[in-house]
């Protein structure tokens, strides 16, 4: 599969936004606060989502 990488901080902050039938992770890299926000115009339905185990993703997050 293909990836899509971007380091977000505090002097590096951004909108992003996200296409639909794309999977998403976030790795926070601070050992202190990290905070993602998101803004939807709907509401959230937990039946519009697919959680997958992330270990069948070949990526390296160790080196992240």
């Known amino acids: 599969g293909s990836f899509f990488e971007i380091i977000l901080s505090q ?18 890299m601070n050992t202190g606060l990290n905070l ?3 803004i939807a115009d709907i509401e959230h339905d937990p039946k519009e989502i697919e959680k997958i185990d992330i270990s069948r993703f070949n990526y390296n997050w160790k080196n992240k």
Do not use: E, M
Not at 23 to 28: C, E
């Open 11 to 28: 002097d590096n902050y951004q909108r992003l936004t996200i296409s639909p039938f794309l999977y998403v992770a976030f790795k926070g």
């Open 36 to 38: 993602i926000l998101n």
